[in-house]
């Protein structure tokens, strides 16, 4: 992003001087009533507000050109200047703290921070970050830091379990009145985390739980996967913090929290339209607790609310009234109770789970971090009296409520799966039937508490799976129709290849890999270097050994582990099993005995062996590959280090993806160990990436496209040798296609029969993966589609720093030590970001 503003900045600073904007506030230059402290851009601008008929005058920041103008920042809000006190003042004060002065020279507000008074000095960024700086340009304090009602694009609201620090939105009293409001929005401390408006004290809407990539209980959020969200979360460090990225429409939006309670999500496009609201203002579901404890509400019954199966309303004469908020209550005691209570001694009938589907999930959830599958989640429930109900979330894990269950909502789309527990007569299921049911979970008790590994276990576990449920299924299914058992569930499961993971012992990968000898090293990944071993039966793998820093502990490793390993392609790399033994983990996958692309595609002998037929192959299997990861695959998983050297070739040079999911495992919410931490390679991250750490498909897309054009030219993205002077490989490919020269981006060395189309085709999609703005880019779907020629192709957008590419295809040069000096910046940014 801040490529674009660089650029701006070249054509804009000239209109500035005439206008009573200033662009830094000193201890010798105020900021007064009639002046505007602006961005280096335009784009923001602070000043002196008096809203509508307020009589009150604030210091506040908004966006300059865009009106109506939105204030997403007030300094004062609670106490105001008089609206005829002409001579405020803001202003560097002896103590180097940026201080508001009325005309009294009263301190009204101050960034009240331990600041070093020399040089000190106020600079507005063009995100909106008013920050004060000291001599050095360090940051003493930023806006930021102390958001009022309004988020941002690259801000963060943040909590700290630790220091007790929590940011906060708090909206403003009413639209016209900045100072505090009732309605406050943030996040909780819980794992996992989940965003909340509070009203007051009260809760009033919230999220569902984060499961690392969306709220789950936003429905329309799974459709956007990762569309510019993130929050993350560090255990370890005890905090956690949500921002976005609006990557829609460039970053002209913000959210904010409404005097009304909404949260609203809005965002330019010649003009201020919001694209999302919460609580939806046509959806009483979305209010909290609205059907109150154990009720559940659907929006699109006439009925808005109902109890969960096997209650009842608390009280029907308010239930009928519409006044749903006392909420229900169990019918029949549930049968671990009636154990409990000790007076019984004929054996009574294990309690069974009520399946419901589309779920916004309960609230309160207790996280068990240490549950890596769905059984064992059930049978941990199952067995816990005060648990009454249980999710377990492939993206998440197991969750256990034990209290009130409140706010649960059924949606029409999406939602997560809640089982909830009852007294076996209250399903209304024959007794024989209940019978079968609660003796097959005991059965998988039995053999879990057998104390054999669970994990060596779980091949097994596949089989039986496969010889005993068709049998359960079958009595079910003279039952109760409408809602499924969990019986029915298994089937489910059992219907997705159940993943055979092998466990190695660390032993027999010492001995494959002749102790890891750096002969036998294949490379070095992202997350460690990669060996080819050759097993006791001759088989050929490689055992990837990964870094062990990660934090990460030895039930989420496996966990994700399992979740990689059901994704299968033939695209990707497939994962045989892994090893865990004290510090090492190791991954160990199938071997690909033409190693990896970059050996051929960089290796001036090598390379002439890839004709264009073999790569346009490479090309396509790559992008389906990827397309798989975006959105076929269960997880939609997101690489986030796509590069020649992650692309292996089996015998026939079919390409496979390398290293997918790893990222995903060392960034997930649960663990992280540097929040800063960009995961990526120099040459294929998309400027939003490299620059404020956000990421997306889209960024996915962007480092496709480098792959694409290296491919094409055997050239790499970050070495000019072969360029000349000032180009890297995109605006060498920009320029060539500008001028219609596009042919001569084809590496010399390809010697056999080409579509010249084809090629084009090839560098034009390239080029559009490459824009800067990720709205810009295609999707992998449309990338799929138009290699394979069904779709046409827009016309690229230029990247920002290459040649002006004119209608008639006439290529005019910028300066070139312009040109230069801008690359080296960005280049500069890159390496501090990884
Ligand atoms: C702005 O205010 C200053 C003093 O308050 C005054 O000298 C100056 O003329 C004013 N400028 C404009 C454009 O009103
Ligand atoms: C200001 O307030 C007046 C009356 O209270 C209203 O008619 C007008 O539309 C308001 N203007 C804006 C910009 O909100
Ligand atoms: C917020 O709380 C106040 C006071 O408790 C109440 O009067 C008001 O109706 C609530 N607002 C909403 C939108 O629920
Ligand atoms: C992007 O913005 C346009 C216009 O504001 C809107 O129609 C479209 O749905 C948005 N796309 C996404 C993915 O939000
Ligand atoms: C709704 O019911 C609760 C008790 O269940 C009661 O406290 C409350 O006053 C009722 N509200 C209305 C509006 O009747
Ligand atoms: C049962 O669950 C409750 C609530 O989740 C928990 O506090 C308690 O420790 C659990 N008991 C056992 C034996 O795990």
């Not at 994704?567 to 497939?574: F, P």
């Not at 929040?675 to 990526?680: F, Y």
């Not at 000349?724 to 219609?740: D, K, R, S």
């Amino acid at each position: 992003m801040r490529v674009h503003l660089c650029f701006l900045l070249v054509f804009s600073l000239f209109q500035a001087i005439q206008s009573s904007a200033i662009y830094i506030i000193t201890a010798s230059r105020p900021l007064v009533q009639n002046q505007t402290l602006v961005s280096p851009s335009q784009i923001f601008e602070l000043g002196f507000f008096r809203p509508n008929g307020s009589g009150k005058q604030y210091v506040g920041i908004w966006y300059k050109n865009m009106t109506p103008s939105k204030v997403v920042w007030v300094a004062n809000r609670d106490k105001p200047i008089g609206d005829t006190d002409q001579s405020a003042t803001l202003i560097v004060g002896g103590d180097g703290n940026l201080k508001l002065l009325d005309g009294q020279q009263n301190t009204v507000w101050s960034t009240n921070v331990m600041a070093k008074p020399k040089y000190s000095a106020a600079v507005l960024s063009d995100f909106g970050n008013l920050v004060l700086q000291d001599g050095s340009a360090n940051e003493m304090w930023q806006s930021f830091d102390e958001p009022t009602d309004t988020l941002l694009p690259t801000m963060k609201i943040r909590v700290n379990v630790k220091t007790g620090m929590k940011q906060h939105l708090i909206s403003w009293k009413g639209e016209d009145d900045p100072s505090f409001g009732s309605f406050v929005l943030g996040g909780t401390l819980e794992t996992p985390p989940q965003g909340f408006v509070w009203n007051g004290s009260s809760p009033y809407w919230r999220s569902g739980q984060w499961d690392k990539s969306k709220f789950i209980g936003i429905a329309t959020m799974s459709g956007t996967y990762l569309s510019g969200y993130d929050l993350l979360q560090s255990i370890d460090q005890g905090t956690s913090y949500f921002s976005f990225y609006n990557y829609n429409n460039s970053f002209f939006g913000y959210i904010f929290i409404s005097s009304e309670g909404s949260i609203k999500f809005v965002s330019w496009n010649n003009g201020w339209s919001t694209y999302w609201e919460a609580p939806a203002p046509t959806n009483h579901c979305d209010v909290y607790g609205t059907c109150g404890p154990f009720g559940v509400c659907d929006a699109s019954s006439s009925t808005m609310c109902r109890c969960l199966k096997g209650f009842k309303p608390r009280s029907d004469q308010d239930w009928n009234r519409g006044n749903w908020t006392g909420g229900c209550h169990r019918e029949t005691e549930l049968n671990c109770q009636i154990t409990a209570s000790a007076a019984v001694s004929t054996p009574v009938e294990k309690d069974v789970f009520w399946q419901m589907k589309q779920m916004k999930l309960p609230d309160s959830a207790d996280y068990l971090s240490s549950i890596a599958d769905e059984e064992e989640c059930q049978s941990w429930c199952l067995g816990n009296c005060s648990c009454l109900a249980f999710s377990y979330v492939d993206t998440i894990g197991c969750m256990v409520w034990s209290g009130d269950l409140t706010d649960i909502q059924k949606f029409s789309t999406a939602g997560e799966v809640l089982f909830i527990r009852l007294a076996a007569a209250d399903t209304g299921i024959p007794t024989q039937t209940k019978l079968i049911i609660s003796l097959s979970t005991i059965s998988v008790i039995t053999l879990f508490g057998a104390g054999i590994s669970v994990w060596g276990l779980s091949r097994w576990r596949g089989k039986f799976r496969k010889m005993k449920i068709p049998r359960l299924l079958k009595s079910v299914d003279t039952a109760n129709k409408s809602e499924e058992l969990i019986a029915a569930r298994k089937e489910q499961m059992n219907q997705e290849d159940a993943p055979e993971l092998l466990v190695y012992d660390l032993d027999s990968i010492i001995l494959a890999t002749d102790k890891f000898n750096t002969k036998n090293k294949l490379g070095q990944g992202g997350f460690g270097p990669v060996y080819k071993g050759k097993l006791n039966d001759g088989k050929e793998i490689a055992a990837k050994r990964l870094s062990s820093h990660s934090g990460q502990g030895i039930a989420e490793f496996k966990n994700e582990i399992l979740l990689i390993s059901k994704l299968q392609h033939r695209n990707l790399v497939r994962l045989f099993g892994y090893c865990t033994e004290g510090e090492e983990k190791i991954l160990v996958y199938e071997y690909s005995p033409n190693k990896s692309l970059d050996a051929f595609l960089f290796d001036s002998k090598e390379k002439a062996k890839l004709s264009w037929g073999t790569r346009f192959r490479i090309i396509q299997g790559v992008a389906r590959g990827l397309l798989y990861l975006h959105r076929d695959s269960c997880l939609r998983v997101i690489h986030r280090d796509l590069k020649v050297s992650n692309i292996l070739l089996d015998e026939k040079m079919n390409p496979k993806i390398s290293d997918f999911g790893l990222a995903r495992m060392f960034e997930g919410t649960q663990v992280l160990v540097n929040t800063h931490k960009v995961v990526g390679t120099l040459g294929y991250m998309s400027p939003e990436y490299a620059m404020g750490g956000i990421f997306s498909e889209k960024s996915d897309v962007y480092s496709f496209g480098v792959l694409m054009l290296e491919i094409i030219s055997s050239k790499k993205n970050t070495s000019s040798d072969h360029l000349g002077q000032h180009l890297n490989l995109l605006t060498y490919a920009w320029q060539l296609w500008c001028e219609g020269r596009g042919l001569d981006l084809m590496d010399e060395a390809i010697a056999d029969a080409f579509s010249p189309s084809e090629v084009i085709r090839c560098i034009e999609l390239g080029l559009l993966c490459v824009q800067d703005y990720a709205a810009d880019r295609p999707n992998m779907s449309a990338v799929v589609l138009m290699l394979s020629g069904q779709s046409d192709l827009p016309q690229p957008k230029q990247p920002t720093f290459t040649f002006q590419c004119s209608t008639t295809h006439k290529v005019q040069i910028q300066s070139k030590e312009e040109t230069f000096l801008s690359r080296n910046t960005i280049t500069i940014t890159m390496v501090e970001g990884r």
